[in-house]
């Protein structure tokens, strides 16, 4: 079955940097699209960026646009989130998601077919 198994988060402080990644398998990876969401506690669930299939695409949300990077390696089936400047309101739990349409990129939670369990990230100001 399919699985996407988030690492690296961990606690950073206000300005540090941190790299999320997401293994996937279970799935032919070029057809899907990938995303990062994250919730924090009390909010709802958030689009982070997203990257296409061949990953000639991205796209960011306005929050984290020039602080974070995604990246994908289709050879190992990984995706990247680079975190970089990170600030307290990015304290969430960060989950990666595979859209199974791989042209282009959604932001839509509903789009996205699957779903990891999640890596949390606590910056401390």
């Known amino acids: 079955q399919v699985q996407l198994v988030e690492s690296g988060g961990g606690l950073v402080q206000a300005g540090g940097s941190l790299r999320l990644s997401c293994a996937a398998s279970g799935l032919t990876f070029t057809n899907y699209a990938m995303g990062w969401f994250r919730q924090a506690p009390g909010k709802e669930r958030e689009f982070v960026s997203a990257?296409?299939?061949?990953?000639?695409?991205?796209y960011y949300a306005d929050s984290v646009k020039g602080r974070f990077t995604i990246s994908r390696d289709n050879a190992k089936r990984m995706v990247y989130l680079e975190m970089s400047g990170l600030k307290a309101e990015d304290t969430a739990v960060y989950y990666c998601?595979?859209?199974?349409?791989?042209?282009?990129?959604?932001?839509?939670?509903?789009?996205?077919?699957?779903w990891g369990q999640g890596t949390q990230v606590t910056v401390s100001s």
């Open positions: 998601a595979a859209d199974a349409r791989a042209f282009g990129v959604r932001i839509g939670a509903q789009n996205y077919n699957y």
């Open positions: 990257i296409s299939g061949t990953g000639s695409s991205t």
